[in-house]
């Protein structure tokens, strides 16, 4: 499947969310929406990423721009995950594995010799037109947070 680039429309979708009932792209059009691809809940650098647009989720909601969290982890796993962790984030469920196919960041990793199929830390900024603006691939969390904002405040 073709890499998604800047231009290209974002794929549609409506996932399953935590605190109940369910996120579509659809309904945050003529926002500019920043959805963040990561891994899996209540990990340290998954934890740290949701931290950190969590602290900057006021000043995102103020600018009107969306915040969505995406992985595979269950609506279930979410809700503890806020719970525990104060997020302020939206964080929707992908357990089908159809949106993280969709955006190109279901990939094949590595971790100490074994091969295994995972999300690549990902952020898009989506544009008012649904068209996607930038994207940052393998994330490095400290300080991305800051500098989504910053792109996102400059659309």
Sequence with gaps: MARLGPGDVAPD??????????????ALRGKPVVLFFYPKDDTKT???EAISFSELADEFASAGIAL???????AKSHDRFTKKHNLTVALAA?????????YGV??????YGREYM????TTFLIGRDGKIDRIWE???VAGHANEVLAAAKAL
């Design 46 to 48: 998954c934890t740290e």
């Design 68 to 74: 969505v969290g995406v992985s595979p982890d269950s």
């Design 138 to 140: 393998k994330v490095r």
């Design 13 to 26: 979708f409506e996932l399953p969310r935590d605190g109940g009932g369910s996120i579509s792209l659809a």
């Design 118 to 121: 995972g999300v690549e830390r």
């Design 94 to 102: 992908d357990e089908e594995k159809a949106v993280v196919n969709a």
């Design 106 to 111: 279901w990939v094949e990793k590595s971790m």
